[in-house]
Nanobody, 125 residues
Framework: QVQLVESGGGLVQAGDSLKLSCRAS????????MGWFRQAPGKNNNESVA?????????LYSDSARGRFIISRDNAENTVNLQMSSLKPEDTAVYYC?????????????????WGQGIQVTVAS
């Protein structure tokens, strides 16, 4: 079983940058893909944000994240990061780190088996 702990959230202004990190433990980190998802206020569903393959070679982004967010991973440190730039108020959400069931990157929630507790990101206009 893998445990995930997110860090780096907070309150920022529109246009600012913010970096989220997620540290994993409990299973060899390099065996599986990692992803970031978010849940906006008042919404019941999670939205995919970005995903990265086990090696870091393949990255996937949602339309809303592409061009502004960068996902990366450090297998030696068991961490995955999400560098967010040009933040908008609509990026306000609880962001979740997730560990994939497989090594291949995916934006589908069903292909993730472990989730962090979530971290709040608030972007003020």
């Amino acid at each position: 079983q893998v445990q995930l702990v997110e860090s780096g959230g907070g309150l920022v202004q529109a246009g600012d940058s913010l970096k989220l990190s997620c540290r994993a433990s409990g299973r060899p980190f390099s065996n599986y893909a990692m992803g970031w998802f978010r849940q906006a206020p008042g919404k019941n569903n999670n939205e995919s944000v970005a995903a990265i393959s086990w090696s870091g070679v393949t990255t996937l982004y949602s339309d809303s994240a592409r061009g502004r967010f960068i996902i990366s991973r450090d297998n030696a440190e068991n961490t995955v990061n999400l560098q967010m730039s040009s933040l908008k108020p609509e990026d306000t959400a609880v962001y979740y780190c997730a560990a994939g069931l497989w090594a291949i990157a995916s934006l589908k929630q069903s292909e993730y088996g472990a989730w962090g507790q979530g971290i709040q990101v608030t972007v003020a206009s």
